[in-house]
């Protein structure tokens, strides 16, 4: 395990959801622009007021690192974390560790799959959409292998 | 959509008005053995001797830092400064290191203060290690989306932005090794750099795996140590023991966010947007750049930044360097001190003192023949969509 996500108050919500395996991005209540990270205002029409909108975790691939030294205190073991190119919000990047056994490759698309890394914290990873995905993995590491 | 158009209306009031009177370095090293506060009065001192002035003569102060440093506040009475006319404790990291000298620039060219001294003091190896390892993650909304994922330290973000450019463009690791290569040249040829034993394209290739795509020699140094310039009129300056070097240009903020939100594109920085702004403040183009001191927390900063800056087209920056143009013999000498990656690092001052000595003429071995102007750059806008970067010409 890496460090635990610290929810704040715009992005509670939204972890709370992770939790329960949904990947919702909020939509604006005035012009209907989906953004991600959760935040009160709208950067296009700067009005407050959102919807959350259940959306397929889907996207492409940007870039990825495969991580060998260590910066989180006692991860050891190399692990690959993937940056993708969200398909439900334009211009956003996440992030995840990789759910394949193979590298990823640039471009290709890949799908959110949902990790519980322990009892009371689920993240989500992203794997190859040809692998189907989304319904989650079964092991508790956030590590490539 | 955003779009402001900057349309420069007092360029004559700063242009050339302020200017850089003195630098001052404590030693590099690995363990400083003593606080901030302490190197950051020496660095002050030391810039003030090499200006000819003297302490009482200070009415200003100006820093950055992330919670790891002495602040102004601290380093004046320590200094028996007791009433300070303007000072600036500037939160951030290397995006912001020359906003505080273009500050400071500004308070005097506004006759709030006449002699300000900007200084950066870290023990970033023995106390605060800037590269992450075995420190907190940094507090910002955005880390709850990385952290997780093991994703937390500056090697690893830009390793990132890195391989999504070398995808796109087909950027190599030779490329960057021959970055590496060249700067340590020049570090060999400053007593003040801390890596001064040559390296070859086989010692970065065969160099350890930080996060791939990053080897050990694409990573800066994590120094102790502390840098300081005095910042003062152009007038005065001229009547001071150094040849004074004309700040003709200030820029800083620009860009997109690269954070989860608002990625629009890993291989622009905020340079690209600042660039322009910048070179029409000093009034002049790349072309007539004749040094450049790029910051370069890691080899991947200064080939994007090579793009950003206009010295070379989008995804030509790995190309560009190896062909030798960076060298000190070649069009366009970068990081002639050997950077980041070679002299030190003292997060962004140490460029700045840099670019000063090869304008005053005082840089020795390294000294690029005939230099009147120099870029020198923060660290371009990734992880937060800002940067700052200055324009210096020899008067
Ligand atoms: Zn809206």
Sequence with gaps: MAYRPEPDRDSRPWWERIARREFAVQECASCGTPRFPPRAFCPLCRTEGCRWREVAPVGTVESWIVNHQPFVPGRLDPYLV????????????????????????????????????TEDLTVLDWAPA???????????????? | MHNVTYVPKRLLEFRNVTAIAGVGYTPFTKDSGVSTLTLA?????????DAGLTADEVDGLATHRVGDSAPPTLVGPALGLSDLAWHLDQFGGGSVSHAVVGQAALAVAAGLAETVVCYRAINARSEFRMGGTGRGVPVSPEVQYQAPYGYVAPPQQFAMYARAHMLRYGTRAEHFGRLAVTQRAKAVKNPRALMRTP????????????????RLLDCCLETDGACAVVVTTAERARSLRRPPVLISGAAWGGGTSHLSGAGADPTVTAAAALAPRLYAQAGLGPGEVDVAELYDCFTYSVIVQLEDYGFCAKGEGGPYVESGATALDGPLPVNTHGGFLSEGYVHGLNHVAEAVSQLRGDAGDRQVPGAEVALSTSQPGYILPATSALILRRA
Aim: negative net charge.
């Design chain 1, 82 to 117: 993937v940056m993708v190119r969200l398909e439900a919000v334009s211009g956003c990047l996440v992030y995840g560790n990789w759910r394949s056994e193979r590298p990823p490759e640039h471009g290709e698309r890949v799908v959110g799959t949902f990790t519980e890394v």
């Design chain 1, 130 to 145: 040809a692998a189907g995905g989304v319904h989650g993995h079964p092991s508790g590491r956030t590590s490539l292998q």
């Design chain 2, 41 to 49: 009065c020496r660095a002050v001192l030391a810039a003030l001797e």
């Design chain 2, 199 to 214: 390296i070859t394209l086989d010692d970065y290739l065969s160099s350890r795996w930080i996060a791939e795509p990053f």
